[in-house]
């Protein structure tokens, strides 16, 4: 029972650099979620997709790509890394559109842009 | 706009007394709220909803809610509080679109649950 993964879980990087970040579950959820945590926000949305070729944004979503060419995976791209984009940043999924399912997270990466 | 909030960054209790984690939101229709607990160094980890039924709601790890529609609350308690509960205690309101709820959930600021022996 894999769950739901996420990788690198570390990563230090340089102002300006294009960071990857992955995330990986074996549910086959439709829904999956991209969040930033910081200290005195909670998490805020960045991304979200409905299913696979469908994403959209969320309340942050700025400096940030995302793709989904597989249900399974739905990579996070800083595509030039700022000091602001330090973060800690989850991935999420749901099953369906059932209103009452449970959003299930990723361990996490903790960024940190120098 | 739905959103909640949690007014405590942090609360302190002792082991074995009962803790309280406040949280309060606002939506514009019936809300379907949520906890989550994150560990150190671990992602977010599910405890209870409120959907609709009944106000005390119970879930994982010997924690309850209970929903007050009328104070607009969804307070989260324990009976005998653990060291082991010592967390970030976040509370979320699933987000309402213009269809009604949608799968986005909007969190709070979280609060930092200490459990003293």
């Known amino acids: 029972d894999a769950g739901i993964t996420q990788s690198p879980r570390y990563k230090i990087t340089e102002t300006g650099r294009q960071v990857t970040l992955m995330c990986h579950q074996t549910w086959s959820h439709s829904y999956m979620f991209w969040y930033r945590q910081d200290l005195g926000h909670g998490l805020r949305l960045i991304y979200y997709s409905a299913a696979a070729d469908i994403t959209d944004k969320g309340e942050v979503p700025d400096g940030y790509v995302v793709s989904r060419s597989k249900t399974e995976n739905f990579p996070l791209t800083l595509e030039s890394a700022t000091r602001s984009q330090t973060s800690v940043y989850f991935c999420a999924s749901i099953r369906a559109s059932g209103s009452t399912d449970t959003q299930y997270f990723g361990p996490g990466t903790r960024l940190t842009v120098l | 706009a739905q959103s909640v909030a949690q007014p405590e960054d942090q609360v302190n209790v002792a082991e074995g007394n009962p803790l309280t984690v406040k949280c309060t939101y606002s939506?514009?229709?019936?809300?379907?709220l949520f906890w989550y607990v994150q560990y150190p160094n671990r992602g977010l980890q599910f405890l209870l909803k409120?959907?609709?039924?009944?106000?005390l709601v119970k879930g994982s790890y010997g924690f309850e809610a209970e929903f007050n529609k009328s104070q607009t609350s969804f307070h989260l308690k324990k009976p005998s509080a653990l060291v082991s509960d010592s967390a970030l205690y976040f509370c979320?309101?699933?987000?309402?679109?213009?269809?009604?709820?949608?799968?986005?959930?909007?969190f709070g600021t979280g609060t930092l649950l200490a459990v003293q022996p």
């Open positions: 939506v514009s229709g019936n809300p379907y």
């Open positions: 409120y959907i609709t039924g009944d106000n």
């Open positions: 979320a309101v699933r987000d309402l679109g213009y269809g009604g709820a949608t799968n986005k959930l909007i």
